[in-house]
């Protein structure tokens, strides 16, 4: 049983939770070769588009239904099963041969502001101070407290009055009819801090996560969540046709969209009729490496999301006249350069690099960030362009940490179990050792990575840095990046990303600042090479408060739907906190779902 | 005579060119007056897209063409000579009701590899060489000097092949029709760097920059190109339609573009049909605030691409299901910002911060960025997201300096003219007094920049800077950002961006670099506030290397071609030098017009 690709996620870390991790990762690993096949057994982009409007008279659909949705992640399951529920017939379509899309990789968390469980325990969550939380970060720029609509667009600002509103219903709803049993994932640390803990808007910060209650009452990660879903899918008879990916929307004469026409793993193709709406949950664009090179401001090398995660709603809704939006954001985590390197959809991400005695520098061994920070944020300090060099002066950063770190968090992603290697990592006897070594690593690496090697002064400026961040960790205080100074960088260290390994010689708590240790540099020491990478993308096709896809002139383009990674991210540019992806996946799924289903029925042709 | 929007641009710095200067500027009053109306005339966004197919045997057009092209700036008035060279019945429409564009703002300089001025004065610049350059910038986490496309896709590489192959021509020819006469850029000071000047690919650097020349030989800035361009017109009896905004695409039943729908300022709507293509130089989509939004990177405030450059064909083209990109990059340069917040097409960029006695700083009172840099890159300092602060920390910056710079350097915008005010200038007898005044100044614009405040300890650090800075500029070096280290910083800085104004007390030469003197911080001292801005986006259809227009399969979509700003730029994020945006724009509309005078006749309907 290797540990070396743990899932770094929400986690409590018992011996039974470590073996059900491990199930979960034969699944993905299954997930990755099926999804794989299905990729390559698909037919690029070249296919995608927009069929013209069908001639009438003829009837061309092989199956009718109200509603076709697209994907069968949390969004794509949610919509089917909100919809199915409410009296519609409903076909759901996975372009892979493995259900759960990148939902089954995840940690299964869905951020809900105002939730139940908050209310039940007597937290209480005014709208309009929510609203604030969200504005100010999601649209930071342009947020004016004084504003009605805080400085937002009517449309940004309807969005997030969406979410507030519904989330806590769309969960409700879900855990009645016994499709998603939700819990709260403040177990068993208790709460821990969204990523705008120390705004001056969250004065009283409550854990927003949620995630789902397995049946014997344990917690579920996105496996279960999935689970969950199929199982009520099943229950309500939905059709789920694996293997089929939508490469076209059907309009009819007046536009409005009708279907869509999915092309099967031998190339056959099946048009699905949908008399009142097709709603996309496809994920997002990681893994095109043409709309990555197109929309986002830096480079990224890959992410978690599954391999079929294409972008192919963007460029079938870019064919149907949909407007954009979000296009230059993404999830963002940094990503183990070598991994990505050998398949861009990576196992896992890095969502806080493991260690005390650990830090990241750049080219030219200097750290340029709160190693700390959450994932979203510190990821983008790999687009810094330096003006006066002309280069992505941070496009690797190198993870550099001592045998303590080693020892004490082995098994952490992206450290491997104590005692084992992993290909990515270099060990070295010392610091000049340890920069010979990187230097002839990047040196393979150069016509993939833009050439970049290290500066000349690498080592040396690496053992300064070095001995500049020990007297940090000494003092519990870091001048530079403020490491360890906010919550939810002490928290999420010590109980989520970096929980120590028990039986070591290696003692925590006798450093005023637990995230920071003094690092070892008299050897052995380690490196591994990180860079951007995504959960995914969060840009699409734009939607309103009603999950309608909106065309170029902010009309909604009749018949279409979209929830979760594949359109404009109601949230923006921000991740509010853990489950930040899934809360409005979930909540834009279950508006999509009851839109759709209150839609009238179109004219096939 | 004012001299305070002086054009910042390049320039000789003779009196009898102040005054030509100064004539322009009054030509741009006129122009922001007109455009200004033509934009406020026009319907918005809500107006633009593709009609259905006409129907057959309808005589829908009210006056037909070989070729019609849109936006007469360089790219649209170049398009228009060439196509009409070429034999085409050609028709340019313009949106505005002042002819030239943002081209007629700009300092006229077209960058040019391997002209002919370079080559007869014996400058030898090899193909491959110059590929390799431009591909290093353009794409430089991708770069692979050892990949037969040097890391780039075919289609990547191919569009600067093109660059490199039809410039000289481009130039060449419309020199010998007489259209626009060019000449060197490179007097009186010698050779101007290009922007990757320290590259190792560009071992010789050569000044690449081209400029029209005046019938009486001296040299033109845009507004004599576009004087040249318009006389050809003129001379080949080009109708061009003023205060024509086009607002729908028309195809005909195949698909192909086959003309195009203006809406004239009084609403009325006018079809003009092109036999064999539309070619659209219509420029980016800096003055519309929802695309900005949806697309770049960062916060952006405006900047001087004149008010018509909403992005139309961006919308167009959408409808049309064209592919899109390079949307996340642009033409990038600081703009100040309360001009900005007044009117977002701005008089003038900040293309360097004039003054040696100058310093940037953030509102935690500290530099950021190399002063001196190539405003395209520079100004990308401004998206630095701060993940432990959570914001844009540079989302302005400060240009502070004292009366040395005040009185030498006036007149360089945004300098007022020595003894005179701007209003966005702020006078302070001390650094406290000055950051005071500053925040009483950011308080009054809150609203209107996401509550952004100076740090508390800002005069604090602000003193300590100079402090810093003043060592660096008594030794010559700069050991945080590099100023002036490199060709470009002081020869930029010394021939166009700052050179002094004769008959102060102030001296220059007596430091031994000479973009930097030391701050005298005993007062008076001044601030004026920076942000982020564009001389415009270039993100938009992505075009082949005929210029064809691609759809989503990458596939040339009939009949449609672009150049310049509107287009997805051939030259990806970078600005290679001086003249980087209009030599592309001027390549690519002969390349356009060439490719659609030669392209079949199209069915109407």
């Known amino acids: 049983m290797s540990k070396d690709s743990r899932v770094s996620k929400d986690r409590e870390g018992t011996a039974e939770q470590d073996e059900q991790a491990d199930q979960a990762r034969v699944s993905r690993r299954d997930f990755l070769r099926l999804a794989g096949v299905a990729a390559a057994g698909a037919t690029g982009a070249g296919a995608l588009g927009v069929l013209p409007a069908l001639a009438e008279g003829t009837p061309p659909f092989d199956q009718e239904f109200d509603i076709v949705v697209v994907g069968s992640g949390a969004a794509g399951a949610i919509a089917a099963v909100i919809a199915s529920e409410a009296g519609a017939k409903v076909a759901l379509v996975e372009k892979a041969l493995l259900f759960g899309g990148t939902t089954s990789k995840s940690g299964g968390v869905y ?40 400085g937002l667009t009517q449309a940004e600002y309807d969005l997030l009055v969406a979410l507030y509103d519904n989330g806590p219903t769309a969960v409700e709803e879900l855990d009645r009819i016994g499709a998603l049993i939700s819990q709260p994932a403040d177990k068993p640390f208790g709460p821990m801090p969204d990523y705008f803990e120390e705004s001056k808007e969250d004065k009283v910060p409550v854990d927003r996560r ?117 296009m230059s954001s993404a999830w963002r985590a940094q990503i183990v350069l070598e991994q990505a390197l050998q398949f861009s959809s990576t196992p896992d991400d890095v969502f806080m690099p493991p260690g005390d005695s650990m830090i990241l520098v750049n080219r030219y061994g200097k750290r340029v960030v709160n190693e700390t920070a959450n ?27 001592d045998q303590r770190t080693a020892e004490l968090y082995g098994g952490r992603f ?91 010689s290696h003692e925590i708590g006798k450093t005023p600042n637990v995230t920071m240790h003094p690092i070892d540099a008299g050897g052995p020491v380690y490196a591994l090479i990180l860079a951007a990478g995504t959960l995914d993308t969060n840009g699409g096709p734009v939607i309103n408060a009603k999950a309608e896809v909106l065309d170029a002139q902010n009309a909604p383009i009749p018949g279409l739907y979209g929830a979760g990674n594949c359109i404009a991210s109601p949230t923006g540019q921000y991740y ?18 009851k839109s759709a289903a209150a839609a009238p029925e179109k004219a096939p042709a």
């Open 111 to 150: 951020w809900i502001p105002n939730n139940k469980f908050l209310r039940d325990a007597g937290h209480v969550e005014p709208r309009e101070e929510t609203l604030h939380k969200m504005a100010r970060y999601s649209y930071a720029a342009r947020y004016n407290e004084k504003d009605p609509h805080l």
């Open 210 to 326: 949620l995630w789902s209650k397995k049946p014997d009452g344990s917690f579920g990660l996105g496996d279960e969540m999935v689970r969950q879903l199929k199982a009520a899918l099943e229950k309500r008879q939905v059709p789920v046709l694996m293997g089929h990916r939508v490469t076209s929307l059907l309009r009819n004469a007046r536009g409005e969209v009708v279907g869509v026409e999915c092309t099967k793993m031998d190339k056959s193709k099946v048009r699905l009729r949908a008399k009142r709406g097709v709603i996309f949950g496809s994920g997002g664009f990681t893994q095109s490496k043409d709309l990555v090179q197109q929309f986002q401001p830096g480079p990224i090398f890959g992410g978690c999301a599954v391999p079929t995660n294409e972008g192919d709603f963007v460029y079938m809704a870019t064919a149907a006249g949909a407007k954009l939006g979000n």
């Open 375 to 401: 994932y979203n944020e510190r990821t983008r300090i790999h687009f810094v362009w330096d003006p006066t060099r002309h280069e992505w002066t941070n496009l690797v950063l190198f993870m550099i940490y």
């Open 414 to 504: 992206p450290l491997p179990p104590t005692g084992t290697q992993a290909p990515y990592v270099i060990k070295a006897a010392s610091i000049p050792e340890l920069a010979n070594a990187l230097g002839e690593r990047l040196g393979k690496l150069e016509g993939k990575i833009g050439g970049l090697r290290l500066g000349a002064d690498f080592a040396d400026n690496l053992s300064a840095q070095i001995e500049r961040f020990n007297g940090f960790a000494s003092k519990g205080s870091d001048d530079d990046f403020r490491r360890g100074e906010m919550l939810y960088d002490r928290l999420w260290h010590s109980h989520v990303w970096s929980y120590p390994n028990p039986g070591t």
């Open 576 to 593: 509010y906190g853990g489950g930040g992806t899934l809360g409005p996946a979930v909540t834009f799924a279950y508006i999509a779902a």
